[in-house]
């Protein structure tokens, strides 16, 4: 029994270590959360502004390596921003200027 238990907590830190641990976390979350959603009450249509914010966001939690936060809000929003947009917005779409380096 106790070579079992140490195969597990091998094979869990070895997960962790790689990161698959976490992914595979977030993403279970981001299914359940797929599940327990109510499709009979309709979202509101993503308005540009909105999809520029969403993007921000995902682009600060990459940055930040919260990687497991970032996949799951790409799961519960990219299907919907594909749906409405057919594209992921751009850099282009923020109208910034460059910035210095």
Do not use: C, W
Request: charged share 35%.
């Amino acid at each position: 029994m106790a070579a079992v238990a140490e195969l597990k907590a091998v094979l869990k830190d070895t997960l962790e270590k790689r990161g698959v641990l976490g992914h595979l976390k977030a993403r279970i979350r981001a299914e359940v959360f797929n599940a327990l959603d109510d499709e009979s009450e309709p979202r509101p249509s993503l308005s540009h502004e909105n999809l520029l914010i969403n993007e921000l966001i995902r682009e600060y939690l990459e940055f930040n390596k919260y990687k497991y936060t970032a996949s799951v809000l790409i799961a519960e929003s990219l299907p919907r921003l594909q749906k409405e947009q057919g594209r992921s917005p751009s850099v282009e779409d923020l109208r910034l200027p460059a910035a210095k380096r």
